[in-house]
């Protein structure tokens, strides 16, 4: 509320127009709660884009890691260069708590270490089961999806999907492999 009200001064008084706020959010949240009270549905919002194969290849080069940029094809091809998969993947790879092969092999497990990050999300969904069900729906297929907009909003909204148009695509292969394998039993 205070967010919104500093919000609305900052239109009437001049004062409040020096006023410059940069609230950074996971719209993850929009699952449990009515975007329509959101107080994060004022100001611009701007969207973290996946890194290139060039950003992946720089940031593992800060990290210490060695090789060509089509080394790294491989873990571009699992997580599809999502900021925090990519950062999580290339600091146990630069630790060297384990192989690149073996850690793509069980990344999409409950062993791997993205298992906190994808039960976190198979928990949400399982709290909604038209969600659950639409993303089983989309992991399913190697085809776009197209479904009814505010479930493809609360999917994209979780990073979950890739928007194309009116149809909607797993954002990783990660994501697909995990949500088949997880929501096929649900």
Not at 49 to 76: K, N, W
Request: aromatic share 10%.
């Amino acid at each position: 509320a205070l967010l919104r009200a500093w919000h609305e001064q900052a239109k009437s008084r001049d004062i409040w127009k020096k006023l410059r706020l940069v609230v950074v959010h996971s719209t993850e949240v929009y699952v449990p709660m009515d975007i329509n009270q959101s107080p994060f549905n004022v100001g611009l919002p701007i969207e973290l884009h996946p890194f290139t194969e060039e950003q992946v290849y720089s940031l593992a080069r800060l990290h210490g890691l060695r090789g060509e940029i089509e080394d790294f094809a491989p873990l571009m091809a699992m997580v599809g260069g999502h900021p925090y998969l990519v950062r999580l993947a290339l600091y146990h790879l630069a630790r060297q708590d384990i192989a690149l092969e073996e850690f793509l092999q069980t990344a999409p497990t409950e062993a791997g270490f993205y298992s906190d990050h994808l039960r976190r999300h198979l928990w949400n969904l399982q709290q909604n089961p038209e969600l659950a069900a639409a993303m089983w729906q989309v992991a399913s297929t190697n085809k776009p999806v197209r479904l009814e907009s505010e479930i493809a909003f609360k999917l994209h909204s979780m990073g979950l999907v890739h928007l194309q148009g009116n149809e909607v695509t797993p954002r990783c292969n990660l994501y697909q492999q995990y949500f088949r394998d997880r929501l096929a039993s649900e």
